[in-house]
């Protein structure tokens, strides 16, 4: 009944260690993959097994390869959750704020969980974000990809690797609502200032430890993010656009 096995071909072997690699946290959600011929000569193989195993990773869903491009990490929780979600979300304000209150939830436990386990690594990409945070801002930028970054960062430090790519999905419905967020939020010019507190805060107490701390500081920054997506909604209705018409 069973057959004998014989060895794995090496687009298997190396679609396997991939796979490990997203399993295990070292390749994240967004993570572009080095040149084909940079990963072929870190293997030792050829490019035509390499390609094999890079077809193999993206059959399965792991990866997006684009051509000419580049080979993105896709999130593993992407293809059970986007299509789906995409449509209930979409120009639905209640499901937006659902949606937020889904990510309170398990922001909340993530930081908590990170300023326990974070490593000097993952704190120095929060810093990173919070200095590109700021340098938009004085620039007058929304610094919605800085956010991103801080916030994925804290998905990511907690150790997580389910929780970091279901934070990855999050934030991609969540992109269209906080760029109207940011530009409403924005007509205040002390709002800027209010969340580089809010975010010096967040890092600052995982930076101490302090988990209580670091989940009062989650909750406080994503209840303010709340009231300004009402705000910004019911501008909206009056006349400056609607969530659904939000600019990419």
């Known amino acids: 009944m069973l057959k004998r096995l014989q060895h794995k071909r090496f687009s298997d072997e190396i679609a396997d260690q991939f796979i490990e690699l997203i399993k295990g946290g070292t390749l994240k959600p967004g993570d572009t993959l080095p040149s084909e011929r940079e990963m072929a000569r870190s293997l030792g193989v050829s490019l035509p097994p390499l390609r094999e195993g890079l077809k193999i990773l993206e059959t399965l869903g ?52 990170a ?24 620039n007058d930028r929304l610094g919605v990809n800085a956010d991103s970054k801080f916030h994925l960062a804290i998905f990511h430090a907690a150790k997580n690797t389910i929780l970091s790519h279901i934070g990855f999905t999050l934030f991609d419905h969540l992109w269209r609502s906080q760029k109207l967020i940011r530009e409403t939020m924005f ?35 994503l209840d303010f993010a709340e009231r300004e ?20």
Not at 117 to 131: F, G, P
Not at 230 to 239: D, F, I, P, Q, R
């Open 187 to 221: 007509m205040a010019d002390q709002n800027k200032k209010r969340l580089l507190a809010q975010h010096s805060a967040i890092l600052n107490a995982i930076k101490a430890r302090d988990p209580q701390k670091a989940n009062a500081a989650v909750v406080e920054h």
């Open 62 to 113: 792991f990866v997006e390869i684009r051509p000419r491009s580049k080979i993105v990490v896709k999130s593993v929780a992407a293809s059970a959750l986007h299509d789906p979600m995409a449509k209930t979300v979409e120009g639905d304000l209640d499901m937006v704020i659902q949606l937020l209150e889904v990510r309170k939830i398990l922001e909340s436990w993530a930081v908590s969980k």
């Open 115 to 138: 300023s326990q386990v974070a490593t000097e690594k993952d704190i120095a990409c929060l810093e990173k974000a919070c200095q590109e945070m700021q340098a938009d801002f004085e």
């Open 229 to 248: 997506l009402v705000h910004a909604s019911l501008s909206a209705s009056e006349g400056k656009g609607t969530l659904h018409q939000a600019p990419i």
